[in-house]
């Protein structure tokens, strides 16, 4: 019996990575699990390795860019648990590539999974997070990139930007209802993120282009040393004690301080130049 024990955990990206390690982790503190994966039988997978551990699990294949295929998820979940408690919006596909390349389907694939996959969800499973009592959390999966800029870069960059705002407003839009939002920044980790992502793109779209000069070129601009990188279970190691005191923002690992305080000294001298004229 673990402090989750007869909640419910939502988790989509659920399959691998850090979606696996948030199952495991609401798992372990008693929570029956809702696992969504676009990869259905990785997330089945999971599910039955929870399964084996005593663990309630069950999994679904769902597209976060399809709000029919959420609304299927959101109504068995519904039908097997009820309520839910805590819903983790954890999503991100890749396109690297010099802002000016990008193509008008990339950012159509990039921005239809990480914004609107994530306001879907969100919507998707809403009703049944009103549904539920007590602490409910909605955690969504921005990136160390909202921080720690890299070139070649700029969709995937835009879109963290874009859901860490739907993430701010959402907050504050919940908050009266006992609703916490958490923002979660997770850096660098040995995960199928890329593999997986080009897998996903839709056909229509084109083929997800990969250049592993982009990445040295991200990597050189960003600054990322090799502590940038974690565990999936490194990751979430402090998730559940941030939930219980409605931490509104978890850094997951990195060393990037200091260019957050770079720039929010940079916004800070433009009010002073502001004030002074």
Not at 39 to 62: H, N, Q
Not at 145 to 154: C, D, K, V
Request: hydrophobic residues 45%.
């Amino acid at each position: 019996m673990g402090e989750y024990a007869g909640r419910t955990a939502v988790i989509t990206g659920a399959g691998s990575g850090l979606g696996a390690a948030m199952a495991d982790l609401f798992g372990e503190a008693g929570a029956n699990l809702v696992l969504l994966d676009i990869d259905g039988p990785r997330a089945e997978a999971k599910a039955a390795e929870l399964r084996g551990r005593g663990i309630e699990a069950m999994a679904l294949p769902v597209d976060v860019a399809d709000k029919a295929s959420l609304a299927r998820a959101a109504e068995a979940a519904r039908a097997r648990f009820g309520a839910v408690h805590v819903l983790c919006a954890n999503v991100g596909v890749q396109q690297f590539g010099a802002a000016d390349t990008l193509t008008d389907q990339d950012w159509q694939w990039v921005l239809s999974v990480n914004v609107m996959g994530v306001i879907h969800t969100v919507n998707a499973f809403l009703p049944l997070l009103r549904a539920g009592e007590g602490d409910r959390h909605v955690v969504i999966t921005s990136s160390c990139s909202f921080f720690q800029l890299g070139a070649r870069m700029g969709a995937y960059v835009a879109s963290k930007f874009a859901v860490t705002g739907y993430g701010e407003v959402l907050r504050q839009e919940l908050a009266a209802e006992g609703i916490n939002v958490t923002l979660v920044f997770p850096g660098g980790m040995p995960t199928r993120h890329l593999e997986s992502s080009r897998a996903s793109r839709p056909p229509a779209l084109g083929e997800s282009r990969f250049d592993m000069a982009d990445v040295q070129v991200m990597m050189a601009s960003a600054e990322i040393s090799a502590d940038h990188v974690a565990t999936p279970a490194h990751a979430v190691r402090n998730l559940l004690r941030d939930l219980a005191s409605g931490e509104p923002y978890i850094i997951t690992h990195g060393t990037y301080r200091a260019q957050v305080e770079a720039r929010q000294q940079a916004v800070l001298r433009a009010f002073d130049r502001m004030a002074a004229n």
